[in-house]
T-cell receptor
Framework: KQEVTQIPAALSVPEGENLVLNCSFT??????LQWFRQDPGKGLTSLLL?????REQTSGRLNASLDKSSGRSTLYIAASQPGDSATYLC???????????FGKGITLSVRP | GAGVSQSPSNKVTEKGKDVELRCDPI?????LYWYRQSLGQGLEFLIY????????KSGLPSDRFSAERTGGSVSTLTIQRTQQEDSAVYLC????????????FGSGTQLSVL
């Protein structure tokens, strides 16, 4: 059974800091990995999707990497801003129908 | 529509009552998913639709939970005889249905069972 772990559960950093959020998964036979952002009281927004054949994806100040063999992914946020404060979740598909197994998320607070 | 729409956004009900939650996916998306997010818990998969069929219902927690999808579009999640442990945010997501693609989530329905 696939398990996805995100540690720590919460993180607080000062504005401007570069930071890395970690995600680990137990079954390396994955098609892809997604990083999502969730704001309080809102649904999830997909930030980046990395296919299993890729090693990283970039979008603006965000960079996600994937190492299937070690069962790890990282989300790098450059020059963090207070608006980046949210919960970040990673997820991997289980089977071919894209049913996702989620980590519990990392709640990020960026202090002005 | 422009995004996944869920209604109601909030629902308060009494224990034992039935509730219906609605999801309107992005137009043209054939895949539709229901998830549940409980306080302090991760997202829990409930059911997956491809078109009007539900090939994966493995996440439905009990026979009090059911879902249907009509016209390959709108889906309804029904919870019968609600219990307090059903209190959670119910999230719907859709995707084009090709596999290995991004999921687009609605804002969810906050269900509170008193």
């Amino acid at each position: 059974k696939q398990e996805v772990t995100q540690i720590p559960a919460a993180l607080s950093v000062p504005e401007g800091e570069n930071l890395v959020l970690n995600c680990s998964f137990t079954d390396s036979a994955i098609y892809n990995l997604q990083w999502f952002r969730q704001d309080p009281g809102k649904g999830l927004t997909s930030l980046l999707l990395i296919q299993s054949s890729q090693r990283e994806q970039t979008s603006g100040r965000l960079n996600a990497s994937l190492d299937k063999s070690s069962g790890r992914s990282t989300l790098y946020i450059a020059a963090s801003q207070p608006g980046d404060s949210a919960t970040y979740l990673c997820a991997v598909p289980t089977g071919a129908n894209s049913k996702l197994t989620f980590g519990k998320g990392i709640t990020l607070s960026v202090r002005p | 529509g422009a995004g996944v729409s869920q209604s109601p956004s909030n629902k308060v009900t009494e224990k034992g009552k039935d509730v219906e939650l609605r999801c309107d996916p992005i137009s043209g998306h054939t895949a539709l998913y229901w998830y549940r997010q409980s306080l302090g818990q991760g997202l829990e998969f409930l059911i997956y639709f491809q078109g009007n069929s539900a090939p994966d219902k493995s996440g439905l927690p009990s026979d009090r939970f059911s879902a249907e999808r009509t016209g390959g579009s709108v889906s309804t999640l029904t919870i019968q005889r609600t219990q307090q442990e059903d209190s959670a945010v119910y999230l719907c997501a859709s995707s084009p249905g090709q596999g290995g693609e991004k999921l687009f989530f609605g804002s969810g329905t906050q269900l509170s069972v008193l």
